[in-house]
T-cell receptor, first 116, second 114 residues
Framework: DAGVIQSPRHEVTEMGQEVTLRCKPI?????LFWYRQTMMRGLELLIY????????DSGMPEDRFSAKMPNASFSTLKIQPSEPRDSAVYFC??????????????FGPGTRLTVL | AQSVTQPDIHITVSEGASLELRCNYS??????LFWYVQSPGQGLQLLLK??????LVQGIKGFEAEFKRSQSSFNLRKPSVHWSDAAEYFC????????????FGQGTELSVKP
């Protein structure tokens, strides 16, 4: 398996622009998580899905952030409009609720977002 | 409240010296415990995990961790540190026997002196 795939790996945009981050979880995993990592706040859970349904979005900072999971193999995190304080590394992770390895999360390589 | 505390933000050890990274947790149910490592510019990689059985668990890269229920701790150890171990280390706790979110500590950054 290729692991969790994220795209793009790097994104530079200007304030006010829409940004869309993409994630493909590991095949067969039924949980998907979006995290944000900054020096100031560390690793923060933004939202997670189970079987494509959002379960907990309490970590989403504000209405400018939205996440979708239209099917089991794809998720997006959108920021509209983007602001400089959104600059961070965004990680996607997936896990499975089956077998002895359940709830171990596998992380993607991250998307480094810079908003100018 | 559920939480994970890593008391040391930054640790520096000499290459070849032993290492112990501390992790304390507060969790209402039976915990499922993890240590992850993040090398610069990379995602998080699982080092080891514990959910039952022997309280001393072995992981990759020569790391081990000991679960102490009475102390609510899950400290990570390595007998001899290599320069390539320089990274950030995260402890996490989650619900046993189900999926769902993990609670991560703030991380400990490890520097290795030659």
């Amino acid at each position: 398996d290729a692991g969790v795939i994220q795209s793009p790996r790097h994104e530079v945009t200007e304030m006010g622009q829409e940004v869309t981050l993409r994630c493909k979880p590991i095949s067969g995993h039924d949980y998907l998580f979006w995290y944000r990592q900054t020096m100031m706040r560390g690793l923060e859970l933004l939202i997670y899905f189970n079987n494509n349904v959002p379960i907990d979005d309490s970590g989403m900072p504000e209405d400018r952030f939205s996440a979708k999971m239209p099917n089991a193999s794809f998720s997006t995190l959108k920021i509209q409009p983007s602001e400089p304080r959104d600059s961070a590394v965004y990680f996607c992770a997936s896990s499975s609720n089956r077998g002895r390895g359940y709830n171990e999360q596998f992380f993607g390589p991250g998307t480094r977002l810079t908003v100018l | 409240a559920q939480s994970v505390t890593q008391p040391d933000i930054h640790i520096t050890v000499s290459e070849g010296a032993s290492l112990e990274l501390r992790c304390n947790y507060s969790y209402g149910a039976t915990p499922y415990l993890f240590w992850y490592v993040q090398s610069p510019g990379q995602g998080l990689q699982l080092l080891l995990k514990y959910f039952s059985g022997d309280t001393l668990v072995q992981g990759i890269k020569g790391f081990e961790a000991e679960f102490k229920r009475s102390q609510s701790s899950f400290n990570l150890r390595k007998p001899s540190v290599h320069w390539s171990d320089a990274a950030e280390y995260f402890c996490a706790v989650g619900p046993y026997n189900q999926g769902g979110k993990l609670i991560f500590g703030q991380g400990t950054e490890l520097s290795v002196k030659p």
